[in-house]
């Protein structure tokens, strides 16, 4: 008899594994990395830095990002293909899943973790969901000018129970309040020509929108929005022509680190930094290329940039003290995300075109270890939970 109980507990034990019950550990040391060619995620063990295994049919994740839930236990994920999918990473499963719309280009989560907010190119707009359950909440169509609708880009939640985005054609920053999503309430600025990316300070001060049709960036003060958006950075160097832009940098990727603000410039191969107090220019650090992500270390003493094509396998390291490249490596080709640990001992990268996520040291700026994916994108480290714009 006891025989027997032993074979059924071992049954079901495996059963359990094969059906993909979830695994008794914490969460605050994993990692997603998006595979955009498969439509997969791959979980990482940050601490092990090894692969807990692969999660997949998650549709078009080639412009695909995430955010976590507050207890770290699910990741929310937005598709190009306008799917939004929820996530569990300890049963390595999709638990639900939504065709919301056509055409997306990434998300937030309010800061209480109820409401799952989508930004839309199509149609344009803004779709809010239930983290409990993917259940449409709220609809919020980006509408100006004779009934046309906007494409929403940098979205991001905002203190308070809200979300700051902008609109592309519009050239507004819109600010919507979700204390009641069954109606949500709305402030427009303008922002300028084609705000194509946004995003907040980590100390949910500031949005800042960077402008595609004309020089400088939108700034918007959350702590005053009655004061609307002032533009800044609104000139170019005049000895030192724009290239040919190769690829769009992304704000979310900019850099601040104490009162300095460290800006991709388009079509430069240059950081713009800014003192955030006043948002005058400090200085202009040249470049290997045209920089992509500006990542800052948590201690904020150094920032890390990636860059577009024809760099791409080049990473530069900054230091904030001076404002000059006191590192260049070349970890592999196609570089396109980088990703601290929370308390920034390491730094970890991803190379599209070698499949690998690799490992530094980021003191030493030596190779820890790679890991194997699929063609891999962004890495995002579950402590992202817990910060603001993120």
Avoid at 172 to 190: G, H, V
């Amino acid at each position: 008899m006891k025989s027997l109980l032993i074979l059924l507990g071992l049954c079901l034990l495996l059963g359990a594994v094969q059906h993909g019950a979830a695994q008794e550990r914490g969460t605050g040391d994993l990692a997603l990395v998006v595979e955009r060619a498969s439509g997969s995620l791959q979980l990482l063990d940050t601490s092990a830095r090894t692969s807990l295994g692969r999660i997949e049919g998650l549709g078009d994740l080639s412009h695909a990002s995430l955010v976590y839930s507050r207890d770290q236990r699910h990741a929310f994920v937005f598709g190009r293909d306008g799917g939004l999918s929820k996530v569990d990473l300890l049963s390595r499963r999709v638990v639900a899943r939504v065709q919301q719309a056509g055409n997306s280009i990434g998300g937030a989560i309010s800061q209480d973790g109820r409401w799952v907010v989508v930004a839309n190119y199509q149609p344009g707009g803004v779709r809010v969901f239930s983290s409990r359950d993917l259940s449409l909440r709220a609809d919020i169509p980006a509408t100006y000018a004779e009934g046309q609708r906007a494409k929403v880009v940098g979205i991001a939640d905002v203190p308070g129970v809200g979300f700051a985005y902008s609109l592309f054609e519009a050239g507004e920053i819109w600010l919507t309040d979700l204390s009641d999503p069954q109606a949500p309430r709305t402030r427009r600025f303008k922002a300028g020509d084609r705000p194509y990316d946004g995003l907040v300070s980590p100390d949910g001060r500031w949005y800042v929108a960077g402008l595609f049709g004309e020089p400088g960036v939108a700034v918007l003060d959350l702590w005053h929005p009655e004061r609307g958006v002032r533009k800044v950075l609104q000139r170019h160097v005049p000895d030192d022509p724009q290239r040919p832009v190769y690829k769009m940098p992304h704000l979310r990727g900019w850099a601040m680190a104490g009162d300095y603000a460290f800006l991709p410039a388009i079509g430069r191969h240059e950081l713009v930094v800014l003192r955030v107090s006043d948002w005058s220019e400090v200085s202009r650090i040249p470049l290997a290329g045209q920089p992509v992500f500006a990542v800052v270390r948590p201690d904020q003493r150094q920032v890390w940039v990636n860059f577009a094509l024809p760099d791409n396998d080049r990473v530069q390291v900054i230091d904030v003290d001076s404002l000059k490249v006191i590192d260049s490596l070349r970890p592999g080709k196609a570089v396109l995300h980088l990703e601290f640990s929370p308390r920034g001992e390491q730094l970890w990268l991803s190379a599209r075109d070698d499949n690998r996520v690799l490992v530094y040291d980021s003191y030493r700026r030596t190779l820890l270890g790679s890991i194997e994916a699929r063609a891999p994108s962004g890495i995002f480290m579950t402590g992202r939970a817990g910060r603001i714009g993120l």
